[in-house]
């Protein structure tokens, strides 16, 4: 669970600086273009928005600055130095495009940057730059990548999981092993911008990724984006160790399938089925519980994916719009969801993903599209209610 109460802060505020950028990524939220939009919000505006998210409190919020391209801003540096000065932990994700240099993460370095997430969505170039749609797109991520280690800064790793490269999961995970990583995060498709027609997995395939993720929990700092029942597969498969159903056991107890076995068997091969880490919990954080995203021209939303506007930075108070308005506050309650996911006794924890079920359906509470587990389904049931009692979170009822 988030340490503070999520009804009153976001751990993490992400801001859309600019929607320019050099890519011509086939599955961009933003579809982003060549050119800044005039509308973009001013570097006074952003200074504004930065103080508003200082005012959450301390400890300050992570306030991640993306795009598009947010290198396409000139006045970037400047601007990361202001958020760091106000206390915010400010962090960066750039697109892998020729402006990604050691000098430039360098200058960012100074004025207080530490943290960069980058986009690998392929093991090899001809995959990602394939998906990317520019040519060393790959090599300049790569490069960036180790420009970013070399300097001391701690990087993410975000790869987008489809059909285009889903048997390619274990190889980048290899990667990020071999190059070192703070976290990867694999990203489950959402149905939004350029990613519409993209050919997403079905909700079993998505259960077999998951928990091949699982397995490489030990070599690799796995998370996932848009993925929330990570979660639930996650305390169900801490369960099953806990009473030793491994192998056929637990792939016929978790319902895996064809896509499970061909990636296990590769991540074997890889060794990337063991490990020195500790696996850590999934955190509960999704769209608008303990995440706010806020775009290029100052609309606020639950997160960049779900594309229901809830205010402007240019009218409201952000902690307002967090705090009072009805798609943040409604979002945050598990007892409005509907379907699958209202019945589901892991929705405290896992809630699926509110984007993927809006922009499918328009529905903000419907159930997740991609989840294939039927609630209650899963034998060892009061082992996994045992894990998920936990204290109520200040000014939260018991409902929660």
């Known amino acids: 669970m988030q340490r503070h109460d999520p009804d009153l802060r ?116 001809a995959t990602h730059d394939a998906f990317r749609g520019i040519e060393k797109t790959f090599d300049r991520t790569i490069a960036g990548w180790r420009a970013a280690r070399e300097l001391g800064m701690r990087v993410q790793i975000n790869s987008v999981v489809a059909r285009h490269n889903v048997h390619e999961l274990p190889d980048i995970a290899a990667l990020v092993r071999d190059n070192g990583a703070m976290t990867w995060s694999g990203f489950l498709l959402v149905p939004t911008g350029r990613g519409v027609d993209l050919g997403s997995l079905d909700a079993r395939e998505v259960e077999d990724v998951l928990n091949a993720f699982y397995d490489m929990g030990e070599a690799v700092p796995v998370r996932t984006t848009e993925g929330h029942h990570f979660r639930r597969v996650s305390l169900q498969r801490h369960v099953l160790a806990g009473r030793g159903v491994t192998g056929e056991a637990m792939i016929e107890t978790m319902h895996l399938g064809t896509l499970y076995r061909d990636l296990r068997e590769r991540i074997v091969e890889l060794g990337l089925d063991h490990g020195e880490r ?116 200040p000014g939260r009822s018991a409902r929660g």
């Open 278 to 393: 500790r696996r850590r919990p999934p955190i509960t954080v999704s769209s608008g519980n303990g995440f706010m995203f806020v775009s290029h021209v100052g609309d606020v939303t639950p997160s960049g994916f779900l594309e229901a506007s809830a205010g402007n930075v240019r009218e409201s108070s952000l902690t307002e719009i967090y705090r009072t308005s009805e798609i943040f506050t409604g979002v945050r309650d598990p007892e409005l969801l509907e379907g699958k996911c209202g019945v589901c006794e892991y929705k405290r924890v896992c809630g699926g993903s509110r984007a993927r079920a809006y922009n499918s359906t328009g529905n903000l509470y419907a159930e997740e599209p991609l989840c294939a587990y039927e609630p209650g389904s899963f034998p060892y049931a009061e082992d996994a209610r045992e894990l998920l009692r936990a204290p109520v979170r």
């Open 10 to 125: 976001p751990m993490l505020v992400t801001w859309e600086a600019t929607r320019a950028c050099a890519l011509a990524c086939r599955h961009c939220r933003a579809e982003a273009v060549p050119f800044r939009d005039p509308r973009e919000l001013s570097a006074a505006e952003a200074r504004g928005l930065m103080d508003e998210a200082a005012s959450f409190g301390k400890p300050g919020v992570i306030f991640i600055i993306t795009g598009g391209d947010c290198f396409e801003r000139p006045d970037l540096a400047e601007l990361a130095a202001y958020g760091s000065g106000l206390g915010l932990h400010v962090a960066l994700s750039p697109s892998g495009t020729d402006k990604l240099t050691k000098a430039a993460l360098a200058e960012l370095q100074d004025a207080g940057v530490n943290v960069i997430s980058l986009s690998l969505d392929g093991a090899t170039a």
